[in-house]
Nanobody, 119 residues
Framework: QVQLVESGGGLVQAGASLRLSCAAS??????AAWFRQAPGKEREFVAT????????LYAEFLKGRFTVSRDIAKNSMYLQMNSLKPEDTAVYYC??????????????WGQGTQVTVSS
């Protein structure tokens, strides 16, 4: 079993930055990912990174604003979010033990952290 704890969310103004963290307990392999879910919408892929190779993949709509990284020694993953927009408002979830862009591909999920961006 793997347990994930996200942190770093909050309320910020448009244009600000936030850094989300996801700490994992237990073995992590394959890839880890960030998803988000806004009220009334489906869970949406944000970014993923291969755990061993550190190769990232991003959703096209991000256009370079977010950066995903991981620290193997700390068993943690991060999402640096810059130039935040109101449409980035959502609950952000980390997931591990899977691959790709589909939520169903991942075995373990965190509880989510709220990101709210005001205009």
């Amino acid at each position: 079993q793997v347990q994930l704890v996200e942190s770093g969310g909050g309320l910020v103004q448009a244009g600000a930055s936030l850094r989300l963290s996801c700490a994992a307990s237990g073995r992590t392999d394959r890839s880890a990912a960030w998803f988000r879910q806004a009220p009334g919408k489906e869970r949406e892929f944000v970014a993923t990174i291969t755990w061993n190779g550190g190769v990232p993949l991003y959703a096209e709509f991000l256009k370079g604003r977010f950066t995903v990284s991981r620290d193997i020694a700390k068993n943690s993953m991060y999402l640096q979010m810059n130039s935040l927009k109101p449409e980035d408002t959502a609950v952000y979830y980390c997931a591990v033990g899977g691959w790709g862009r589909l939520p169903n591909n991942y075995d373990y999920w965190g509880q989510g952290t709220q990101v709210t961006v005001s205009s």
